[in-house]
């Protein structure tokens, strides 16, 4: 029976010889869990704190206890009673802590770019509320990059990467502590096929804003900015549609602004003065017509040159954000593209295209 006890506690505190408690004021009491005891009708635990001093001696008719300690260095022990309700086994004293866990916090460098050439990588993660329960995991939405090495020295962990299995990409790194006190990083290892541009070395991003100038949307693609991609090349291919159809309207009133122009000559060399005073009046009100075409052309050309240089400009600034358990603190540079109709004197419709610029921190 008494090895029955030094298995069960064994096992708990090889696993885990530190006992957290939450660093809110409203505790969560810490569950110490043990084996049964064939033929016991219940137990005895014993708690003494560092001085040997014994804090906690209870008889509990179940295999659990629920711990309400302060944070410390501890020890305990088991016994079992037998059917004549004598303390029949004993286990011998065995040590634990109870500490406090907080969530983990990075001061290094939070963007690590690496190629597939490397099959095996070595990072180093510096901050603060480390310890040897930190679990670390990088994952993405399609798979992970194996960490084949964990070493803690000094607040710095040294984790070395195997590259080989893992699929190019953006990889988010999560560390979580006891209590479900995590931090999670945005993109913080980028691997890379061998050929790839390292995008993501600096900020900002030069690479990926030329990659954008010389096809739209790629430096956002490249950068796993979907969505900024796909709003930023339908609206240029809208005012493109825009401009062409501008364009043709423009050429449509100049044809007829030249017509009535010729009528106005033609009725002229005939010596018809009404014909030649209708031709100049209509090609008169046929140039105001065509003089607002060609503004309205003019500024769908504007808008198309706005929307392009958005898109490097926008390759170039984003940021990416860092997330935490607690909520996500998100701060970049930001671009605002509004496109305002209007009615001019000629009663036809122009835009108006306003951009904006401007810092935004989000909470």
């Known amino acids: 029976m008494l090895n029955s006890v030094l298995l069960g506690i064994f096992f708990l505190f090889y696993f885990s010889s530190t006992i957290f408690s939450q660093e809110k004021l409203e505790k969560e009491n810490s569950m110490l869990l043990w084996d049964p005891i064939p033929n016991a009708i219940k137990y005895q635990l014993e708690v003494r704190n560092e001085n040997k001093e014994i804090i906690l001696k209870e008889e509990v008719n179940q295999t659990s206890y629920n711990l309400n300690l302060e944070p410390g260095n501890y020890s305990h022990r088991i016994g079992g009673y037998n059917k004549f309700n004598k303390l029949a086994t004993q286990s011998e004293w065995i040590n634990f802590t109870v500490a406090k866990s907080f969530a983990p916090e990075i001061t290094s460098e939070k963007t690590i770019v690496c190629t597939k050439k490397i099959l095996e990588k070595t990072i180093h993660i510096k901050g603060n509320h480390f310890s040897k329960y930190t679990k670390l995991t990088l994952t993405n939405k399609t798979g992970k990059v194996k960490i084949t090495s964990i070493k803690l020295n000094d607040g710095i962990f040294e984790l070395v990467l195997d590259n080989k299995e893992a699929i190019a990409g953006n990889y988010n790194l999560t560390l979580e502590n006891p209590r479900n006190k995590t931090l999670a990083i945005k993109d913080f290892y980028i691997l890379e096929e061998d050929n790839a541009f390292a995008l993501h070395s600096s900020y900002p991003y030069w690479k990926a804003a030329g990659m954008s100038m010389i096809l739209p949307g790629w430096g956002q693609v490249k950068k796993d900015q979907i969505a900024s991609a796909v709003i930023l090349d339908l609206a240029l291919i809208a005012s493109i549609g825009y401009y062409k159809a501008s364009l043709n309207n423009f050429h449509s009133e100049k044809k007829n602004y030249d017509e009535f122009l010729l009528m106005a000559v033609f009725f002229q060399q005939t010596r018809i003065p009404s014909g030649t005073l209708y031709g100049l009046m ?20 504007a808008v198309i040159t706005s929307i392009y240089c958005l898109n490097i400009l926008d390759a170039l600034l984003w940021k990416t954000s860092v997330k935490t358990a607690n909520g996500e603190l998100n701060s970049q540079l930001y671009t605002k593209f509004q496109v305002t109709p209007a009615v001019n004197s000629y009663l036809t419709t122009s835009v108006s295209p306003q951009i904006e610029f401007g810092f935004k921190v989000e909470f």
Do not use: D, N, V, W
């Open 282 to 301: 209509s090609s008169e009100s046929q140039f105001l017509k065509a003089e607002a075409s060609a503004i309205q052309t003019r500024q769908a050309f």
